[in-house]
């Protein structure tokens, strides 16, 4: 079969694409035939070794990807036919091989059924950042109808699903994006939308949520941590989930008079019941039309190791997705 992968950690440049042997599913995995996969920042870190996880050489690369099933392991079979189409997320790092191939292996509880109607280029684009944004305001947030819940860069793909997933459960969602997106994130479902450079962006939002925000989430990663704190009101929630380098300061005693939080998490780190929960939720707002991704740009899986350079160099808006075959 074809792959992308690689023989050592470095920067794009190491990756391949060549042929390595096909995988063969154990008792309670699922061989898959992709069709397509994307490419995300936690897959550029595991490739330079910025975020250190098991891993075999040679490496496929990739987490996220869109397949028909092609065979299951005798433990797993009476829940996966052949034809089924699936997505998995989860893939490429803790031991676990990645995505971008002709076809792969996935244990049974890390593959979800794909909705009937949804392209599967939508599909493995909103593969991790919907999830992540699931567990950010479920998981971590707690988030209940009525919270006012601010998202910060709400136009990109994480940010744009926090507003859809946050507006649908009922909160209130105050969101700060460029000016040219206010629009497009009013659209998702966002109550107020602010520019982040305002002159004085936290006393705007105070003027929207004169009794603080219960939820906060950063997607940009600057975690100002002392701005955040301010804005929380009484038991309020911080969740971190980018800024991987970033060392903010935490004002600790504004913090715990107002009986708040800061919870940080890392989609990689979350079980597969958890997974299973997030993909669940994620797939009956993908089937009702109400989670799209804005834009997607697909490649072939030969071009792997550019994709991955355009993305270190931040060349890319949107989402790129690696299409099998071509």
């Not at 034809?83 to 971008?100: E, F, M, P, T």
Request: glycine fraction near 12%.
């Amino acid at each position: 079969m074809h792959a992308a992968y690689i023989e050592q950690l470095g920067p794009a440049e190491v990756i391949r694409y060549g042929e390595l042997p096909a995988p063969r599913p154990g008792p309670s995995e699922v061989l898959v035939a992709v069709e397509v996969v994307s490419v995300n920042h936690v897959d550029t870190f595991v490739r330079s070794g910025a975020w250190s996880t098991p891993l075999d050489f040679p490496f496929v690369i990739g987490r996220d990807l869109v397949g028909t099933v092609l065979g299951a392991g005798p433990a797993v079979a009476h829940r996966f036919a052949p034809g089924d189409r699936v997505w998995c997320n989860s893939l490429g790092h803790d031991g676990r091989q990645g995505a971008a191939a002709d076809q792969v292996v996935v244990p049974a509880d890390r593959l979800y059924p794909l909705p009937d109607g949804v392209e599967p280029e939508d599909a493995v684009a909103l593969a991790h950042p919907a999830v992540t944004a699931y567990l950010a305001l479920f998981d971590q947030g707690g988030i209940t109808a009525g919270d006012t819940v601010l998202v910060g860069g709400a136009a990109g793909n994480v940010g744009s699903a926090l507003v859809t997933l946050a507006a649908h459960a009922g909160a209130r969602v105050i969101a700060t994006s460029s000016p040219r997106d206010h629009a497009y994130v009013r659209g998702l479902g966002a109550a107020e939308v602010l520019d982040y450079n305002h002159p004085d962006l936290p006393g705007a939002i105070r003027e929207l949520a004169p009794d603080g925000v219960d939820i906060h989430v950063d997607t940009s990663g600057r975690n100002d941590l002392e701005t955040a704190v301010d804005l929380l009101a009484g038991r309020g929630r911080i969740v971190l989930l980018a800024g991987l380098r970033t060392r903010p300061v935490l004002p600790v005693g504004p913090l715990y008079l107002k009986d708040c939080s800061v919870r940080g998490f890392a989609i990689s780190h979350a079980t597969a019941g958890r997974l299973a929960v997030a993909a669940a939720h994620v797939g009956k707002l993908m089937a009702a039309g109400l989670l799209r991704p804005r834009a997607t740009e697909v490649l072939p899986l030969s071009a792997a190791a550019e994709a991955h350079r355009l993305l270190d160099e931040g060349k890319v808006t949107g989402k790129l997705v690696l299409r099998t075959g071509a």
